[in-house]
């Protein structure tokens, strides 16, 4: 129903920036939940940030501050803009969407598994 196609990861030195792109499909990208997630190996997936479909950002306190998330939503597309990074950011990086909710509480659920739809993912490494 939603096709999401992440892009922009690579391997980058520790201190370094990166962008990454996720492409979505659909008519209604504008009224999306559309979240950034991080899965290392041997760890479980994790929140990183998200842009909720009013425009309102809210970040993972482990890259506050050094990430920003924006969106387009004239081109269907939501970035993830890390910087200063650290070896430990090394990770696949997933972009996820799930219909909007004006409810507080909805729109603060950032497990994964709140979230309908899912990209293939794009590797992140950071060397040391």
């Known amino acids: 129903q939603v096709q999401l196609v992440e892009s922009g990861g690579g391997l980058v030195q520790a201190g370094g920036s990166l962008r990454l792109s996720c492409a979505a499909s659909?008519?209604?990208?504008?009224?999306?939940?559309m979240g950034w997630f991080r899965q290392a190996p041997g760890k479980e997936r994790e929140f990183v940030a998200v842009?909720?479909?009013?425009?309102?950002?809210y970040y993972a306190d482990s890259v506050k501050g050094r990430c920003t998330i924006s969106r387009d939503n004239a081109k269907n597309t939501v970035y993830l803009q890390m910087n200063s990074l650290k070896p430990e950011d090394t990770a696949i990086y997933y972009c996820?969407?799930?219909?909007?909710?004006?409810?507080?509480?909805?729109?603060?659920?950032?497990?994964?598994?709140?979230?309908?739809?899912w990209g293939q993912g794009t590797q992140v490494t950071v060397s040391s």
């Open positions: 659909g008519r209604t990208f504008g009224a999306y939940d």
């Open positions: 996820a969407a799930r219909p909007g909710s004006a409810a507080l509480l909805l729109r603060l659920r950032v497990s994964p598994k709140d979230y309908d739809y």
């Open positions: 842009s909720w479909s009013g425009g309102t950002t």
